[in-house]
């Protein structure tokens, strides 16, 4: 029987580490549901003592969790055990994670503490975190450049204080395969009681070689892998959650190790991420970039049509790609729309969101020739944030020649229609300086993009919208719309809403 290797999501804690990806606690909980669809056995959902937003997403995600480990990081000190500690302990499995540095660099210049001091912290926080819960991980930040008999005591010391996991990171993205396969077979070989707990990858992506990195580590012989949707995470990312899940399903005989991930729900999922911190996946992105699955040489569209084999290694249903085909038309009912939405994989949605969405949907046939199951995961989307918004569009009028706008925007705040004309360049920066206007705050536009949903000129247009305010950190908004001028005003009333709720 082939081993079982244990997932162990980052997203939320590394991932969101990543400059621009930081996310609403909404955005946070609906992901968080969707990993454990996804089938993870551990979220680490945050690092509670950094925040009390960080704080409340650890312990909300914590309580509503069913099946998955929900894990909180923690320096190696009191206050943010405590700290993570009382953020996780509703969860049905809780997880608190350590982490402190035993590299000489980092002991030196970082922390300024001798290995004895090193040794003794590991021994006093994993010990104290032992006293609140059972399961404890503690991480060597910085491990792959630490001296491997200094590594080899840490992990010892942490691994009798009573750690369950110990995992081995490869902080800087510096090391090779070979070097991370070795480093494992080291501390699998060599650290007393390794065998009694689990040994993990986590390894970050500056040279390329994050998955690579983890893959071997597999091979060496570890069982539980650090990753993000993705691959987003500090500087260039952290091994890629879909890339090292698929290297596993797909080279069975080679790793002999399996994960519990539902694969169809992988699309859905990157998918997911993408939409909530406002980044397009690359198209040559392994696994769910648009051309993953396009063969565009005569030559291998020839050896497809053949035999799909000659040049797919993975099919597209493997990881729940949507067929783009036409599936619902102007005269399809609410009953045939709330069954494909099942068929999608769509099953708990209420009946209140389900009338809804299909008052959209059917706004939608108004104005675009076909829907496809794109546009319907469009609006799908489109609706995480419906609940407590500060700010609904009504409606607007832009009038614009070359150069200058005016833009006329109602907005509902409340039970107040407010409806203010301004003028701009153009006719989405006149929109949203109306939108300033009638929310009495000037936003800092960071960053503004558009780009379509699916084929043709009457496609869904999709916009982001990065704002912050007040030099605070930015957040992204994001709109649908066949016209992309409206696409753009709800995205930046996205925005504004993350920004002021
Ligand atoms: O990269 C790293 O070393 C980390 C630790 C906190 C596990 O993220
Ligand atoms: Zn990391």
New binding site residues.
């Given amino acids: 029987m082939s081993r079982q290797i244990k997932i162990f999501d980052?997203t939320l804690r590394?991932g969101e580490q990543s400059p621009g990806c930081s996310m609403h606690i909404n955005e946070k909980i609906e992901l968080a549901l969707q990993l454990e669809r996804l089938g993870v056995d551990v979220i680490e959902a945050g690092f509670a003592a950094s925040s009390e937003g960080d704080f409340n997403s650890v312990a909300t995600i914590a309580e509503r969790l069913k099946n998955t480990t929900v894990a909180s990081?923690a320096r190696a000190m009191i206050s943010d055990i405590d700290r993570a500690y009382e953020a996780v302990r509703r969860g049905v499995s809780p997880r608190i994670?350590i982490?402190l540095a035993t590299s000489p660099l980092h002991m030196q210049y970082k922390l300024k503490k001798s290995e004895d001091e090193v040794l003794r912290l590991i021994e006093e926080s994993v010990k104290y975190a032992k006293s609140k819960v059972s399961d404890i991980e503690f991480?060597a930040?910085?491990a792959s450049r630490s001296e491997r008999a200094f590594l080899a005591r840490a992990f010892e010391t942490a691994i009798k204080s009573g750690a369950t996991v110990v995992?081995i990171?490869d902080?800087v993205g510096y090391c090779t395969p070979t070097e991370m396969y070795d480093l494992a077979r080291f501390v699998k070989e060599n650290v007393k009681g390794a065998d009694k707990v689990d040994l993990s990858a986590?390894n970050?992506n500056d040279l390329g070689l994050a998955v690579a990195n983890t893959l071997a580590m597999v091979e060496a012989g570890i069982s539980q892998v650090?990753c993000t949707v993705n691959g987003i995470g500090?500087r260039a990312g952290n091994a890629a959650l879909e890339e090292i899940v698929m290297g596993l399903n797909t080279r069975p005989y080679l790793y002999d190790a399996e994960t519990r991930i539902n694969t169809k729900e992988i699309y859905r999922t990157c998918k997911l991420v993408s939409n909530i911190i406002g980044v397009n996946i690359h198209p040559t992105k392994p696994i769910v970039g648009a051309n993953a699955f396009a063969h565009e040489s005569g030559i291998h569209q020839h050896g497809v049509l053949a035999k799909k084999e000659t040049y797919e290694i993975l099919s597209p249903e493997a990881i729940g790609i949507p067929e783009n085909k036409i599936v619902l038309g102007k005269h399809s009912g609410k009953h045939a729309f709330s069954e494909h939405l099942k068929e999608m994989g769509y099953h708990d949605i209420s009946s209140e969101k389900m009338e809804e969405l299909f008052l959209e949907f059917k706004r939608l046939c108004d104005v675009k020739k076909s829907v496809s199951n794109k546009d319907i995961e469009a609006l799908l989307s489109n609706k995480k944030m419906e609940k407590n918004l500060l700010y609904t569009l009504i409606n607007f009028v832009i009038n614009c020649k070359k150069g200058n706008a005016y833009a006329a925007v109602s907005i509902k705040c409340g039970d107040e229609v407010k409806t203010v004309i301004e003028e701009g360049d153009g006719p989405i920066d006149s929109a949203f300086r109306a939108i300033d206007v009638v929310t009495g705050r000037t936003f800092m536009l960071c960053d503004y993009g558009v780009q379509s949903v699916s084929e043709g000129q009457d496609a869904l247009g999709e916009s982001y919208v990065r704002l912050s305010l007040d030099g605070g950190a930015a957040v992204t908004g994001r709109g649908v719309s066949t016209d992309v001028i409206e696409s753009g005003i709800l995205a930046y009333i996205d925005a504004v809403n993350k920004l002021l709720i």
């Fill in positions: 980052t590394d990081l994670h982490f991480s930040e910085d995992n990171p902080t986590h970050h650090e500090e």
